[in-house]
């Protein structure tokens, strides 16, 4: 936190009193995470007597984050800290997607579509894949995943799309 | 003493099978894989081969997943030193005098120096478990519910004094984690909390899909921001004279052994663990030395400390696990998820109903240490060649590998799917400093706290006091609250950013 730059770029899209605009995205995030596990919770039974009820953890724990996010934003708007952060696109689309690709194509077909389908989306995460040498090696690792997984650990993967197994 | 020597004997006898010692083996190996190649960690390893335990018998299982843990620490001085790339996040200080050792063409001196001064630190962190076993497990079985409590909250504690950064901000993370624990059923009523009746989440989010999210996905995707290709400036000249001259083992020997005690020390401490650990310990041989600026200039006693203080945290970790039944760290949180899936419930009543687990444990540790020794510097070659494999190609294999992983825990599309969100929540997480660290070990003791404390407050007929009133209860708070003033005091927090400031490039 040593680095605080002094001369903020002009363009932030917060407003001037808030001085550390990282601490006060990210204390209002929690806050509203907390906000939310009480809504999700509001539905449980609280204290009955002296023993607790299934929704008391829950609410104690939401409370105690939303109190800390609240301090955590308050910090952000009285002290000077780190700009906002900038995302990349890229590389956090292309892995969910690769995640996605994944998660959709194990079931319906097996293995080896979905484990060489999202080698090659991720692969697009980055500029500097080159398709050639990205492509031998998705399909030499798609090879060993198929004997490694089902064959040596024994796990109960598919490896080819149901439709074309008897 | 007799005790200590029938338990060890145990241990061999049940490490020594041909079965137990091919794992140890495997996770030693595999261990030393992930050390050296940076980007993939050991956490998100561990999380991404618990599946594959599931086949094994539960020592062998744990044995290999403790050797991966241990290995790692291995294999990350190995690039620290030969390429100036930490391969884990323990071996980063190494870097500092490893690699000038390795320009001057110290390289073999160096390697050797980590691989004796981890194998030293192994030897007597296991010895220390093999101590510390037994009585801590007796200590465990005066525990109620309020001390049990309480000793977690102070774990917590320790964890938010340890961890880099705001301690506002490490505390929010350990809530949020303890939040995240509480969705699933609740172990009492059976009622469906806050899981929106998608079937999935009815048994709670599993610990290792959040792990495998904010520490493997997120870590990817972190890395590919900053450009995939990473700096790779390697060593060129051939590694010769492996063995360290006398000079060097004179030199060398206090500074195993203070890090080693450093190193057991802190690993015991929750929250605290290997990183901790090597960072503390060239602080400290830094600042004890006669000539503090030869250190950053190849000091040998800048790779020794380190390496031996993260072996001995690595292992003695474990003693909180075995004797308590409470993880100190992200892994030792993710070998009770193996303990559990092998349906053993961590804690002191392991230690006297499955002797030969933990002490087979126990005894692997010295025997992987001792493998390690020997197959780790001559096998130096092959470790570096596998660093000149680029991150484009290592990273999507990675995200492959993790998915999976997961997914062959329960067969379930939707764990990837929550692991990936996980991935994007660890990414924001990282973007505005907040350490996932933490938000893990909340998420562990989450249920354990819970259970605790509605326990507690049933036996004492809802008197909250009870925390106070039990003196070792009382005593285990005050500590925490002691921990947290100093933490929170502003020359301890100066000081404390500076050890990890110094270091951080």
Redesign the interface.
């Known amino acids: 936190?040593?680095d605080v730059p002094s001369h903020r770029p002009d363009h932030s899209i917060f407003p001037k009193w808030v001085r550390g605009p990282?601490?006060f995205?990210?204390g209002l995030?929690?806050m509203a995470?907390?906000a939310f596990?009480l809504w999700?919770?509001s539905d449980?039974?609280g204290m009955h007597?002296?023993?607790?009820?299934?929704?008391t953890?829950?609410r104690i724990?939401?409370v105690?984050?939303l109190v800390?996010?609240a301090?955590?934003t308050a910090?952000g708007i009285l002290t000077d800290g780190?700009a906002h952060?900038t995302?990349?696109w890229?590389?956090?689309l292309f892995?969910?997607l690769?995640?996605?690709a994944?998660?959709?194509s194990?079931?319906p077909l097996g293995?080896v579509v979905?484990?060489f389908s999202?080698?090659?989306i991720?692969?697009l995460?980055?500029p500097?894949?080159?398709w050639k040498?990205?492509i031998v090696?998705?399909i030499c690792?798609t090879a060993g995943?198929s004997l490694l997984?089902p064959y040596a650990?024994?796990?109960?993967?598919q490896l080819l799309p149901s439709f074309l197994t008897p | 003493m007799m005790d200590l020597f029938s338990n060890l004997a145990l241990g061999f006898g049940v490490a020594l099978t041909p079965i137990n010692l091919g794992l140890c083996l495997i996770g030693a190996l595999v261990g030393t894989l992930v050390g050296v190649l940076p980007g993939i960690g050991t956490i998100a390893t561990v999380a991404m081969l618990l599946p594959i335990t599931f086949g094994l018998p539960p020592v062998g299982a744990l044995i290999m997943l403790a050797g991966i843990y241990y290995g790692a620490q291995y294999g990350g001085s190995t690039t620290s030193i030969l390429v100036n790339i930490p391969g884990e996040a323990t071996s980063v200080v190494t870097t500092l005098d490893g690699f000038q050792m390795a320009k001057q063409g110290r390289a073999g001196p160096a390697l050797a120096i980590a691989a004796i001064g981890s194998f030293f630190a192994g030897c007597v962190a296991t010895v220390l478990i093999a101590v510390l076993g037994a009585p801590l497990t007796k200590l465990a079985l005066a525990f109620g519910p309020a001390e049990y409590f309480s000793l977690m909250v102070l774990g917590l504690i320790f964890a938010v004094v340890l961890a880099k950064g705001s301690v506002l901000k490490a505390i929010a993370m350990i809530v949020l984690g303890l939040l995240l624990s509480m969705v699933g059923s609740d172990i009492e009523t059976g009622a469906s909390r806050m899981a929106f009746n998608i079937p999935e989440l009815a048994d709670g989010l599993g610990f290792a899909t959040v792990a495998m999210g904010v520490f493997g996905f997120a870590e990817i995707i972190r890395n590919l921001d900053a450009g995939a290709e990473m700096d790779r400036d390697l060593v060129q000249q051939k590694i010769t004279g492996l063995m360290p001259t006398k000079k060097d083992l004179i030199d060398s020997a206090p500074a195993i052994l203070r890090g080693t005690i450093l190193g057991s020390i802190l690993g015991i401490l929750p929250g605290g663990g290997a990183v901790i650990a090597s960072f503390a310990a060239y602080t400290f041989e830094k600042k004890i030395a006669r000539d503090p600026s030869r250190f950053g200039r190849g000091a040998i006693e800048g790779v020794a400390a380190p390496e031996s203080a993260n072996n001995a945290a690595a292992q003695t970790s474990f003693i909180p696990l075995l004797t308590l039944g409470i993880p100190p760290n992200a892994v030792m949180a993710l070998m009770v998820g193996a303990m559990t899936i092998h349906g053993i419930v961590p804690g002191p009543q392991v230690m006297q109903n499955q002797p030969e687990l933990v002490w087979g444990m126990i005894a692997s540790m010295w025997i992987g240490n001792l493998m390690l020794l020997v197959i780790n510097l001559p096998l130096v070659g092959i470790w570096v060649r596998l660093l000149r494999v680029p991150y484009r190609l290592m990273f999507p294999a990675i995200v492959v590998f993790c998915a999976i992983g997961i997914y062959s825990i329960n067969n379930a599309p939707v764990d990837v799917v929550l692991a990936g969100a996980f991935g994007l929540l660890g990414y924001w997480l990282i973007k505005h400093e907040f350490e996932p660290a933490p938000l893990l070990l909340g998420m562990v003791l989450g249920p354990l706290m819970e259970e605790n404390l509605r326990r507690a407050l049933l036996i004492s007929r809802g008197d909250a006091t009870v925390f106070l009133t039990r003196p070792l209860s009382a005593y285990l708070l005050q500590i925490a609250i002691f921990l947290l003033v100093i933490a929170i005091l502003p020359n301890v927090r100066r000081r404390r950013d500076e050890v990890f400031v110094e270091s951080e490039s």
């Open positions: 936190m040593s990282q601490d995205v990210g995030a929690l995470i907390a596990a999700a919770s449980l039974q007597g002296f023993s607790f009820g299934a929704g953890a829950p724990f939401a105690l984050l800390l996010g301090a955590i910090t780190p952060a995302y990349a890229r590389g956090p892995v969910s690769a995640i996605l994944f998660a959709a194990i079931r293995l979905a484990a999202s080698f090659m991720a692969a995460g980055t500097e894949t080159r040498e990205t090696v998705g690792l995943c997984f650990l024994g796990l109960p993967l």
